[in-house]
């Protein structure tokens, strides 16, 4: 499909790994063929798709907004594809910023035989078969609803978990040679099982990997490891344990201990 959705804890790699993908698919590093955009509560179709703004001599001009810019730029180059990169698109409200585009980035809508009136214009739009949609969606916001059922049904879902005994990260961990980072790492798998098991959290609100990764072995100070404790993983206990602080306790002082 051209459609897909990576779903996963903070930390697990999302950012990264859909801008690998879309390198990957297109066999060459070209980010000019990569739009990124960040959904978030008040991004509207007028942002998305096409919408009136005001000028500074205090009318409305119609602008076109990133995904139709995108696509436009698509079908002008068919024979080679493009990746559009939403992050976070669980916090925008979905139907309100795609519109009659929800239909239109079906596999089988697309191309110029599908084209819809758009709501600002009287151009009739079509999204190109060249145009591949990847999303990310952060599974421990406490704050959102889950996805709706529209997109659901039009993107393909894949989980991300922490990757803390996969070879690479093993292989990365060792080269760096710190046992202090290796406690504080096997304190933090031992934290993600605690959070696994809790009823109000689980699997989506683990932490990722990624906290830790690209680091040389002299990066590896007393201050580095201390400030992922106190800066990155503690903030977000006491955001996941707001209401449990004896628990939010125990385990900052675990993740202190493990790098004494």
Known sequence: GRILCLVGPPGVGKTFLARRLARLAMG??????????????SYAYEDFVMGLRPTAEGGFELRTGAFYDFCKKAEGDPDRTYYFIIDEINRGNLSKIFGELFMLIENDKRGPNNKLQL?????RFYVPSNVYLI????????SLAMLDYALRRRFAFFDLRPGFDSKGFI????????????NLLACTVK???????????????????????????????DAKLSAIVEY???????????????KVREWTDALRKSIK
């Open 28 to 41: 060459e590093h070209d980010d000019s063929r990569i739009e990124f955009v960040q959904f978030h509560q």
């Open 119 to 123: 709501l600002y214009s009287r151009e």
């Open 135 to 142: 999303g990310m969606m952060n599974t421990a916001d406490r």
């Open 171 to 182: 292989a990365y961990r060792d080269s760096l040679g710190n046992p202090k980072l290796n």
């Open 191 to 221: 934290l993600n099982a605690a959070i696994s098991d809790d009823d109000t959290l689980g699997d989506g609100f683990c932490i990722g990997h990624s906290y830790f990764c690209g680091m040389k072995a002299a990066d590896v100070t």
């Open 232 to 246: 990155e993983l503690a903030p977000m206990l006491r955001e996941y344990w707001f209401d449990e602080p004896s």
